[in-house]
Antibody
Framework: QLVQSGAEVRKPGESLKISCKAS????????IGWVRQVAGKGLECMGV??????RYSPSFQGQITIAADNSHNTVYLQWSNLQASDTAMYYC??????????????WGRGTLVTVSS | DIVLTQSPATLSLSPGERATLSCGAS???????LAWYQQRPGLAPRLLIF???TRATDIPDRFSGSGSGTDFTLTISRLESEDFAVYYC?????????FGQGTKLEIK
């Protein structure tokens, strides 16, 4: 399973790191991705991380950082300068496939991030 | 980027009826690398179908996927109450992976 950290509230300009801890499978054998869902809207893949590399979707490149701590089976999603437009639900999900061609077979329950002054 | 267009946006049906959801791609999806997800209200998405027609683990056989190239279909043969949800398609044949905007399946 994938267990995500709890809901967060931040002000514009603040930083934030949320987490996704994997259990029940060999963490190093699978990549993990982050998917954004703005309230009432669809799904957007932000980026993925595996043993070989980290790749960001063009829309999110430079806006976020994805990192992993393999010793703790945990993946992180980080912002250094949050904006109100970052308010959304963020899901982590396990990849099946490779770094360029993948779908998501196991999902976390989501972390709600609210950015408001 | 490949744009996926799902239709209809909303589908109103009754339990026991057959549902047909469409996903059209702006260009051919390589190797028919297309997945379908179900998202019930307040929950995370759940993988239903991958490689256009392969059911994921523990998915009931009333769910089936078909199609190739630019036109794909998710069919639910006999709707049950828990099937009323939003459904998304996702292509992973070209980078970046992209999702459709979703079809809401609602009770009539």
């Amino acid at each position: 399973q994938l267990v995500q950290s709890g809901a967060e509230v931040r002000k514009p300009g603040e930083s934030l790191k949320i987490s996704c801890k994997a259990s029940g499978y060999s963490f190093v054998n699978y990549g993990i991705g982050w998917v954004r869902q703005v309230a009432g809207k669809g799904l957007e893949c932000m980026g993925v991380i595996s043993l070989s590399e980290t790749r960001y979707s063009p829309s999110f490149q430079g806006q976020i950082t994805i990192a992993a701590d393999n010793s703790h089976n945990t993946v992180y999603l980080q912002w250094s300068n949050l904006q109100a437009s970052d308010t959304a639900m963020y899901y982590c999900a396990r990849l099946l496939g490779d770094d360029y061609s993948y779908f998501f077979d196991l999902w976390g329950r989501g972390t709600l991030v609210t950015v408001s002054s | 980027d490949i744009v996926l267009t799902q239709s209809p946006a909303t589908l109103s049906l009754s339990p026991g009826e057959r549902a047909t959801l469409s996903c059209g791609a702006s260009q051919s999806v390589s190797a028919n690398y297309l997945a379908w997800y179900q998202q019930r209200p307040g929950l995370a998405p759940r993988l239903l179908i991958f490689d256009a027609s392969t059911r994921a683990t523990d998915i009931p056989d009333r769910f089936s996927g078909s199609g190739s190239g630019t036109d794909f279909t998710l069919t639910i043969s006999r709707l049950e109450s828990e099937d009323f949800a939003v459904y998304y398609c996702q292509q992973y044949g070209s980078s970046p992976v992209t999702f459709g905007q979703g079809t809401k399946l609602e009770i009539k």
